[in-house]
T-cell receptor
């Protein structure tokens, strides 16, 4: 079945460092891909998404590009802030999936130190 | 501001108790979901519903049931709580997707942290 694999954390960075969180997927067809973020004590919220190959999703300085050839959707940010400390989840939805269910990776916890 | 509201943020129950977790959304979404979140395991789907009175099992339905009597409300029921059901429970909702629709977005509630003693 479909699955998502993302790098294990925790990841600890200093403020203004460059961030990459790797995400690869296994799916039949052409899934839509998502990054969700969960701040401490809160539910998940959508960070960015991409629906087809070579699409780039971006939001709040974060970017991810849908790479079909490598089945990847890595999350990047050029300069992280303390406020970016959170758990990040990569997810996919199978193309044509009528129920809208997402398959999530296990999450990567990011801690940014001042 | 659109919302998914989970009625209880923190609950403590005893083994064998019946537990109700309530979720209400105000976005007129057709789909509603219950996930369980555990460290190192990510989010796992328990049940989902794509219409009133309709439900489908997710990946880990054992020990749980659900109820959807109204479009805006989706309840998760633990008939007899056990310690291995201690977890964070997340409710989410979305519009129904068509075969050729674009990516849809799940809107999540803040979560209900359940401890079973």
């Amino acid at each position: 079945g479909d699955s998502v694999t993302q790098m294990e954390g925790p990841v600890t960075l200093s403020e203004e460092a460059f961030l990459t969180i790797n995400c690869t997927y296994t799916a039949t067809g052409y899934p839509s891909l998502f990054w969700y973020v969960q701040y401490p004590g809160e539910g998940l919220q959508l960070l960015l998404k991409a629906t087809k190959a070579d699409d780039k999703g971006s939001n709040k300085g974060f970017e991810a590009t849908y790479r079909k050839e490598t089945t990847s959707f890595h999350l990047e940010k050029g300069s992280v802030q303390v406020s970016d400390s959170a758990v990040y989840f990569c997810a996919l939805r199978e193309y044509g999936g009528s129920q809208g269910n997402l398959i999530f990776g296990k999450g990567t916890k990011l801690s940014v130190k001042p | 501001d659109v919302k998914v509201t989970q009625s209880s943020r923190y609950l403590v129950k005893r083994t064998g108790e019946k537990v109700f977790l309530e979720c209400v959304q105000d976005m007129d979404h057709e789909n509603m979901f219950w996930y369980r979140q555990d460290p190192g395991l990510g989010l796992r789907l328990i049940y989902f519903s794509y219409d009133v009175k309709m439900k489908e099992k997710g990946d880990i339905p054992e020990g749980y049931s659900v109820s959807r009597e109204k479009k805006e409300r989706f309840s998760l029921i633990l008939e007899s709580a056990s310690t291995n059901q201690t977890s964070m429970y997340l409710c989410a909702s979305s519009y129904r997707t068509g075969v050729r629709s674009g990516a849809n977005v799940l809107t999540f509630g803040a979560g209900s942290r359940l401890t079973v003693l």
